[in-house]
């Protein structure tokens, strides 16, 4: 649940803080899919590409969402639509990260799985059913972070490459 519509439920007075947190989560998405798009394209230039604008679209459907704050039953389908894209963006992630060469495999694997989550839950939820396999499948997205914290200083190399 975002912090928007935790403020609404309860009531609560949007801050001015809250707002510009939600909108530097969004920045951020942007942020990192074009980082993103840098660190894989020796991989696939073209499928960087794609990963990197799934997540975009992803921010902008986010955002959209947060327009509809006020009716959380059409916030909620919007983000669940906004999940699919981003779960497509992982989908592609993992299939770069794993073709790498310069990353391992397993994170690659686990980037894909956790993929599963955000395109299978929402797709149910749209069906009727109330299904969370999302959270089981992060894995892969917190694991990557860290390795490209600890590790990713040394990929200079590779991503300097043309």
Same mark, same amino acid.
């Given at each position: 649940?975002?912090?928007?519509?935790?403020?609404?439920?309860?009531?609560?007075?949007?801050? @001015?803080?809250? @707002?510009?947190?939600?909108?530097?989560?969004?920045?951020?998405?942007?942020?990192?899919?074009?980082?993103?798009? $840098?660190?894989?394209?020796?991989?696939? =230039?073209?499928?960087?590409?794609?990963?990197?604008?799934?997540?975009?679209?992803?921010?902008? @459907?986010?955002?959209?969402?947060?327009?509809?704050?006020?009716?959380?039953?059409?916030?909620?389908?919007?983000?669940?639509?906004?999940?699919?894209?981003?779960?497509?963006?992982?989908?592609?992630?993992?299939?770069?990260?794993?073709?790498?060469?310069?990353?391992?495999?397993?994170?690659?694997?686990?980037?894909?799985?956790?993929?599963?989550?955000?395109?299978?839950?929402?797709?149910?939820?749209?069906?009727?059913?109330?299904?969370?396999?999302?959270?089981?499948?992060?894995?892969?997205?917190?694991? $990557?972070?860290?390795?490209?914290?600890? =590790?990713?200083? =040394?990929?200079?190399?590779?991503?300097?490459?043309?």
């Amino acid at each position: 649940m975002s912090v928007l519509a935790i403020i609404f439920l309860l009531n609560l007075k949007p801050t @001015i803080y809250s @707002i510009v947190g939600i909108f530097l989560i969004i920045i951020l998405d942007v942020t990192v899919a074009v980082a993103l798009y $840098f660190l894989l394209r020796p991989v696939s =230039k073209n499928i960087s590409m794609l990963m990197s604008l799934f997540r975009i679209v992803y921010a902008a @459907i986010f955002t959209t969402a947060l327009y509809k704050i006020h009716d959380l039953t059409a916030f909620y389908s919007i983000l669940d639509l906004g999940y699919i894209f981003f779960g497509i963006h992982l989908f592609l992630l993992g299939f770069l990260v794993y073709k790498s060469g310069y990353m391992p495999k397993w994170l690659g694997a686990l980037i894909f799985i956790a993929s599963t989550g955000y395109i299978i839950d929402p797709l149910l939820r749209f069906s009727g059913y109330a299904v969370e396999i999302g959270m089981y499948t992060f894995f892969g997205e917190v694991l $990557f972070a860290f390795w490209l914290v600890i =590790k990713g200083r =040394k990929l200079s190399e590779v991503v300097s490459t043309p």
